[in-house]
Each structure stands twice: as C-alpha cells, then as structure tokens.
C-alpha cells in the first residue's frame, strides 16, 4: 500500500487531487490486503456523496470512535457510517449519525485529545462482518506489536484504496517518538498519545486517521497523524488516556491487556 497522508486538507475535502500540507505529510508502504471478517469493526466514515474520508471504530450498538479532527467542519447529520465490507466500492451496511461528541479538550492547533464519537440513529446488529471492539485498559508503553487498518490513499494523488489494508506496527514511547522527530514537531506529542513504527517508508496515511490502532482484542489507540514518508513514528490518541470519558458518553466495554 503506497500511501500519502495530509492532515490539514483532510477536514473539508475527499480523498482525490490533494495538495500537500508541508508539516503533516508522508508517504507509506507495505500494507496488506484485508480479508472479508478479519476486522469486523472498522467502519469507513463517508460524506452523503459516499465519499470515504476517514475511519472509525465500532463500540457498541450504538457508538462509533474515531478522531476529533475528522469531525472538524462536519454536520452531525451528515455522516454515513458504511460498516461490514471490507471493499470501499462494494458491499456493506449504511448508518447515519445522528449525534458528535468531540473530546472537551480537542485542540487542533496542538493535535491533541484529538478523539471523537459518533451516534447512529439505528443501533448496529451483529454479524461476523460487523462486531465491535472493546476498549484498551493498560497504559501502553514502548516494543509492543500492534496492528493498524485503513482505507488510506494509494497514489498522490489519487484515490482511497479499494480494499481495506492493515499492517503490523510496534509502539514507541513518547520521549524516543518525539526524539526522532523534528523541533517543530515535538509541540504535537503529548504524554497522552501513542506513537508507532513500522519498517522504513511504512506508516498511517490520509483516509486512514480515524482508524483504530489494535492490540489483541482491543482498541488502544486512534490514528491520528503522520510526517514524511514514515521516516519517523506515527502519532495516534491513546484509548486508555480518553477512557473515562469515552464509557461516560457510551458505556463501552473495556479490555484489560494481559
């Protein structure tokens, strides 16, 4: 999966003939193709013209997490959630949202608490495509293997992947991510996020911020946003941070790590 993401112009517009933001920008490599089933709750976030812009998270029946800054211009009663096909072009059900709730700390000048929910106006029901996720406990720290999935873009420009690709990554701490990132960018990396790397040139992209960053069974982290070409560690909310806010809103279930 060759894939470029750009964060700024991620807020308002679809995923084709974008230009480049200069500080949140990458290019990826080495996705997977996913298979029917193997992520049940990742859901694609769509505009009423089906165009895919971001992922998400199944919770619960009625609840879907995804980023703050996907929500960033959108109406509450704009958004079609496509879950149960992991083909962007094809297949799947639609639900709408009814309701977002963004992090009362979400700032985007500073990409942080940058963590979203999402209402549907008709709960999910249950099949082996579409099933959700329960939320990550533990406190993450440095050399754990992870998994991020997405509908990220292949080309730049050019267009959101046609199927769902997911790729292993490991976490990293906060003090080695934000070492082996640039001055200007360390402002963006907080204590309460999670950064992850993958082998050289492999990482997050645009369409794929929103996404669930996966270990075991559970939901850690939401990504977030990335810079040159996974050079350096993708920057991702981290679940157990948000926790206590995200189960006041939706009574999610939670997983503790063993």
């Given at each position: 999966?060759?894939?470029?993401?750009?964060?700024?112009?991620?807020?308002?517009?679809?995923?084709?003939?974008?230009?480049?933001?200069?500080?949140?920008?990458?290019?990826?490599?080495?996705?997977?193709?996913?298979?029917?089933?193997?992520?049940?709750?990742?859901?694609?976030?769509?505009?009423?013209?089906?165009?895919?812009?971001?992922?998400?998270?199944?919770?619960?029946?009625?609840?879907?997490?995804?980023?703050?800054?996907?929500?960033?211009?959108?109406?509450?009663?704009?958004?079609?959630?496509?879950?149960?096909?992991?083909?962007?072009?094809?297949?799947?059900?639609?639900?709408?949202?009814?309701?977002?709730?963004?992090?009362?700390?979400?700032?985007?000048?500073?990409?942080?608490?940058?963590?979203?929910?999402?209402?549907?106006?008709?709960?999910?029901?249950?099949?082996?495509?579409?099933?959700?996720?329960?939320?990550?406990?533990?406190?993450?720290?440095?050399?754990?293997?992870?998994?991020?999935?997405?509908?990220?873009?292949?080309?730049?420009?050019?267009?959101?992947?046609?199927?769902?690709?997911?790729?292993?990554?490991?976490?990293?701490?906060?003090?080695?991510?934000?070492?082996?990132?640039?001055?200007?960018?360390?402002?963006?990396?907080?204590?309460?996020?999670?950064?992850?790397?993958?082998?050289?040139?492999?990482?997050?992209?645009m369409g794929d911020t929103g996404g669930p960053v996966i270990v075991g069974n559970s939901v850690i982290g939401v990504m977030s946003w990335s810079v040159q070409c996974g050079l350096v560690p993708d920057i991702h909310a981290r679940v157990s941070s948000h926790r206590d806010w995200i189960v006041s809103l939706t009574e999610a279930p939670i997983h503790e790590l063993p």
């Open positions: 999966m060759k894939l470029t993401i750009y964060l700024i112009a991620l807020l308002s517009v679809s995923l084709t003939g974008i230009s480049a933001s200069p500080l949140f920008s990458g290019r990826i490599l080495g996705g997977t193709d996913a298979v029917a089933g193997q992520f049940p709750f990742v859901v694609s976030l769509r505009t009423l013209l089906n165009s895919h812009f971001c992922g998400g998270s199944i919770l619960n029946e009625r609840w879907v997490l995804t980023s703050g800054h996907c929500m960033m211009g959108r109406d509450q009663d704009a958004i079609n959630i496509v879950a149960g096909s992991h083909i962007r072009t094809t297949g799947g059900l639609v639900f709408r949202s009814s309701r977002i709730f963004t992090h009362p700390n979400f700032s985007f000048a500073l990409m942080a608490n940058d963590v979203s929910l999402i209402l549907v106006t008709t709960p999910f029901f249950w099949t082996p495509n579409i099933q959700p996720i329960s939320l990550g406990e533990a406190e993450i720290s440095g050399g754990i293997t992870a998994t991020i999935a997405g509908w990220g873009l292949t080309t730049n420009p050019g267009s959101a992947a046609e199927i769902l690709q997911w790729q292993s990554t490991v976490t990293v701490t906060p003090a080695d991510c934000r070492s082996r990132h640039a001055l200007a960018q360390r402002a963006f990396i907080h204590d309460n996020t999670i950064c992850t790397s993958s082998r050289f040139g492999e990482g997050m992209c």
